[in-house]
């Protein structure tokens, strides 16, 4: 088992930032492939971002490249997801999880067994 803790959503203007964390506990993070994830009102679950475990390789969906950036500290067993130019359609609940195995990229939402509560992040105009 796999319990992920996210924090630091919030309401933030266009163009600001924002830092998501998610925190993990319960197997040996340094070893878990991780991932980030969005859901806006209305929309299916999105892809937005993942990070194999030793933090070497990170993928991005196209809508959030060159503007988010995912990092984790193994030390701390939390991942990171900085978000840089916020916009209005960047507002979703945005959830952390994990495939909850030694991965490479992984992408598909199927394909994440543990996921976090999610933290409400809105950008207003």
């Known amino acids: 088992q796999v319990q992920l803790v996210e924090s630091g959503g919030g309401l933030v203007q266009a163009g600001g930032s924002l830092r998501l964390s998610c925190v993990a506990s319960?197997?040996?993070?340094?070893?878990?492939?991780m991932g980030w994830f969005r859901q806006a009102p209305g929309k299916e679950r999105e892809f937005v971002a993942c990070?194999?475990?030793?933090?070497?390789?990170?993928y991005y969906a196209d809508s959030v490249k060159g503007r988010f950036t995912i990092s984790r500290d193994n030390a701390k067993n939390t991942v990171y997801l900085q978000m840089n130019s916020l916009k209005r359609e960047d507002t979703a609940v945005y959830y952390c999880?994990?495939?909850?195995?030694?991965?490479?990229?992984?992408?598909?939402?199927?394909?994440?067994?543990?996921w976090g509560q999610g933290t409400q992040v809105t950008v207003s105009s």
């Open positions: 999880a994990t495939p909850g195995r030694p991965a490479f990229i992984v992408t598909a939402l199927r394909d994440y067994e543990y």
């Open positions: 319960g197997r040996t993070f340094s070893s878990l492939t």
């Open positions: 990070i194999t475990n030793t933090g070497r390789t990170t």
